[in-house]
């Protein structure tokens, strides 16, 4: 079974600072895709970035982007000119890519980083 | 194109009592997943349902059970209540059968059983 270990509970940053939030991962598999899902506090969870294992090249989204060690089995979220609506929980999430197995669209979530932006 | 809506978005009921959930997923898409959040054992994934047929399940008991409908809308039931069953649960819904699909949330139900 994959499991997913976010070991900061909480993290803060200056507003317009640079912030950068861990995540590593176990799992056997050679192919999967790896998530960072935002949760303010409307509990709404929203999709910041996704990471598919079989490239190479981090992702980017504006102002996050991720560094992914496939070898280290790590992925770290980091977020750049950091804003006030930055504020919430930052989940790390797993998802195998064999769908044939029946994996299909299920997410493994580490236990969240809690991130506070400060004037 | 409106988002994933789940209703109700609040809940009280109490021990022994049983629940349903609905999740309207977006439009188009096939694939509903359920999660439970809580504070002790954060974001687990309940089951999912693809064209009406549940694909996968969680690690949790015969009293929580679901449905897909021909429309993809999902329903999720909670028989006999228990305090712990107190949660937040999501509703996520994507294209199809995962790949490189993306699920996009719902804003949640949160249930309190008293």
């Known amino acids: 079974a994959q499991t997913v270990t976010q070991s900061q509970p909480e993290m803060s940053v200056q507003e317009a600072e640079t912030v950068t939030l861990s995540c590593t991962y176990d799992?056997?598999?050679?192919?999967?895709?790896l998530f960072w899902y935002k949760q303010p506090p409307s509990r709404q969870m929203i999709l910041v970035i996704r990471?598919?294992?079989?490239?190479?090249q981090n992702a980017t989204e504006n102002r996050f982007s991720v560094n992914f060690q496939k070898a280290a089995k790590s992925f770290s979220l980091k977020i750049s000119d950091s804003q006030l609506g930055d504020a919430a929980m930052y989940f790390c999430?797993?998802?195998?890519?064999?769908?044939?197995?029946?994996?299909?669209?299920?997410?493994?979530f580490g236990t969240g980083t809690q991130l506070k932006v400060e004037l | 194109k409106a988002g994933v809506t789940q209703t109700p978005r609040y809940l009280i009921k109490t021990r022994g009592q049983q629940v349903t959930l609905s999740c309207s997923p977006i439009?188009?898409?096939?694939?509903v997943s359920w999660y439970q959040q809580t504070p002790g054992q954060g974001l687990q994934f309940l089951f999912e349902?693809?064209?009406?047929?549940?694909?996968n399940k969680g690690n949790f008991p015969g009293r929580f059970s679901g449905r897909q409908f021909s429309n993809s809308r999902s329903e999720m039931n909670v028989s006999t209540l228990e305090l712990g069953d107190s949660a937040l649960y999501l509703c996520?819904?994507?294209?199809?059968?995962?790949?490189?699909?993306?699920?996009?949330f719902g804003p949640g139900t949160r249930l309190t059983v008293l």
């Open positions: 996520a819904s994507s294209l199809g059968a995962g790949g490189s699909d993306t699920q996009y």
């Open positions: 799992t056997s598999e050679s192919d999967y895709y």
């Open positions: 990471q598919e294992a079989y490239k190479q």
């Open positions: 999430a797993y998802r195998t890519y064999i769908i044939l197995t029946g994996g299909g669209n299920k997410l493994t």
């Open positions: 439009s188009g898409h096939r694939s």
């Open positions: 349902y693809f064209s009406e047929t549940q694909r």
